[in-house]
């Protein structure tokens, strides 16, 4: 659904970055649908014609090794069959729909172990440096959050739309980004992430043309 919230870390949130901040509160005034799940192997595969990744044989787990630009021919392609409109969501998107009403460090709580240790909130929710055993790993095996979304902390880092930047100093309604950059954002953790690199509120990027066996995507359709 539509709605505000508060985007960003608090400052006394284990394992946070200077970057995610300052919290601010963002209004989204459209509805839409995230996928539930991030964009399996097979799913390209079915729209490509190839599998790209790195962790190969795995038709259920997410793709990687596709870059930024490589999304949109993605994206290009599922729009040209008229069943909808897509893209990647927005940063401001990807966290609302990742909190899912929750403004802990996870969507089920909060953070107990910064690094490569076991924290329990996340390893109930996604697969990191503790569990992951240094591989992908099939999509929606770990809980989903309270909008059954799957794999929204860690997995694979997941392509937003935005430049990378700084964020607004006040609150914002439908943000975008800045205009232009060098790196596209990624979100949500990965696969060798320590846990404090898969709270909700952390941020990265990276070149549009960056390849990776920790990064793919999830698409956002407009209702």
Known sequence: PAGTFTMGSPADE???YSDEGPQHQVTLTQPFYMQQ???????WEA????????FSGCSTCPVEN????????????MNARGEGTY??????????????GSITAFANGGITEKYHGYDPNLDAMGWYYYNSDGETHPVAQKAPNAWNLYDMHGNVYEWCQDWFGDYPSGAITDPEGPSSGSQ?????????????SCR?????GYSPNYYG???????????
């Open 14 to 16: 284990p394992g946070r």
């Open 37 to 43: 799940t991030e964009v399996t192997q097979a799913q």
């Open 47 to 54: 729209v490509m014609g190839s599998n790209p990744s790195h």
């Open 66 to 77: 596709v870059s930024w630009n490589d999304v949109q021919d993605f994206i290009a392609l």
């Open 87 to 100: 893209s990647l969501p927005t940063e401001a998107q990807w966290e609302y729909a990742c909190r899912a």
């Open 184 to 196: 596209r954002q990624v979100r949500g953790g990965r696969w060798q992430s320590w846990a404090l």
């Open 200 to 204: 909700s509120a952390n941020r990265g």
């Open 213 to 223: 066996n920790d990064v793919g995507f999830r698409l956002l359709r407009k209702p």
